[in-house]
């Protein structure tokens, strides 16, 4: 694997699963494979999570790690060609980059959305400047349009919750829904789950005792946050929350802003002050509708806003074993690219 990006890159999500598990059961297992190898993992954002737990997947492939926050203590890098770099940022990324690969074996990157112009987020820029110009494999660690390794450790808890249920489903529902939140955030999140869960349920992937259950995909927002087709595909969008809530299973809470797939000018924009909004808050309100559903969230979140204190520390709220995974996730996918560096 030479880029970790979309779900495809993973291949089968089946057997992406079963890996999971196999590390999951001994995280050490292939701790030779990574012996001499060297992870670079480059922050343009903030992260509690992504640091953490990729650093962690390294070490238990028995990687080295490098960890670079461009914005605390390395020189501002300019992104777009053509600037005349008369401003704050001393050097460009197309110097940067493969000054960085010639130090390292794979590359991670966080690189958010600018949430100014859609079609520079939209086409992945930055990140296809690491692939272009590192020569390395590189891997998404939240990218301006996907999270790649968050979906795939929400599906490892997803598999893992729903073998676990007393009550034996053909079917789950798993629901979507945006929640109110101050500031504009990026797609990312929402764009990789609606992706995950979409390919997810073409073809019976879980299992309750011994026998596949299927997923129900459902998407929940205000009016004017719909998310790009490419990533939420023909998945039943239901703008009325409550309905959607109906008989979930499980319920995934993450703010976005404005996409800009029906209103291009409000892209990255919030469209309603959240003060309006909080009725979208996740509260016992509306998990009272759910079929025992269980929370989750990618955290960081905001209590409150996204959902109640009670909510999230409901013996039903997965938000601490779904963190958990990404350690998991990341192991499983850096074990792939070292399989296809060896
Ligand atoms: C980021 C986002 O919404 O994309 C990171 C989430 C993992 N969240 C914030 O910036 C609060
Ligand atoms: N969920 C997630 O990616 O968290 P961080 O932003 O803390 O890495």
């Not at 990006?5 to 999951?24: P, R, S, T, Y």
């Not at 987020?121 to 930055?126: H, I, K, L, N, S």
């Not at 959240?274 to 209590?303: I, S």
Request: hydrophobic residues 40%.
């Amino acid at each position: 694997m030479k880029s970790f990006l979309n779900v495809q890159d993973l291949g089968d999500l089946k057997v992406a699963l079963a890996e999971a598990q196999e590390i999951k059961n001994d995280r050490y297992k292939y701790a030779e494979l990574g012996k001499n190898k060297t992870a670079l993992l480059v922050f343009f954002n903030n992260s509690l999570r992504t640091r953490l737990s990729t650093q962690k997947a390294a070490q238990n492939l028995g990687m080295n790690v490098i960890v670079l926050d461009v914005n605390a203590g390395a020189w501002k890098l300019e992104t777009e060609r053509g600037v005349v770099m008369d401003g704050d940022k001393s050097e460009h990324l197309l110097e940067a980059i493969p000054v960085m690969a010639s130090y390292c074996d794979v590359i991670g990157i966080r690189s958010f959305a600018g949430l100014k112009d859609r079609d520079y987020d939209y086409a992945e820029t930055v990140y296809n400047q690491f692939v272009k110009y590192s020569g390395k494999p590189v891997f998404a660690m939240e990218t301006a349009t996907v999270h790649p390794l968050q979906a795939f450790a929400d599906l490892i808890t997803i598999d893992e919750a729903t073998r676990s249920m007393q009550e034996a489903k053909k079917k789950i529902k798993v629901v979507m829904t945006w929640a109110p939140h101050p500031r504009c955030l990026p797609q990312a999140v929402p764009n990789s789950f609606a992706e995950w869960m979409v390919e997810a349920s073409r073809t019976p992937l879980l299992q309750n005792a011994g026998k596949d259950v299927e997923i129900e995909f459902v998407v929940t927002h205000p009016r004017g946050y719909e998310l790009d087709p490419k990533f939420v595909g023909d998945a039943r969008v239901e703008y009325d929350q409550m309905k959607a809530f109906e008989g979930a299973d499980f319920i995934y809470a993450k703010n976005w802003s404005c996409p800009g797939v029906t209103e291009a000018d409000k892209y990255g924009t919030i469209l309603e002050d959240y003060h309006t909004m909080l009725d979208w808050t996740v509260g016992e309100r509306q998990m009272a509708v759910t079929d025992n559903g269980k929370f989750m969230h990618c955290l960081p979140v905001r209590r409150n806003m996204i959902v109640t204190d009670d909510v999230i520390e409901a013996p039903t709220s997965l938000v601490i074993p779904e963190a958990a995974n990404r350690e998991i996730s990341a192991t499983v996918v850096l074990k792939r690219i070292l399989e296809s560096i060896k």
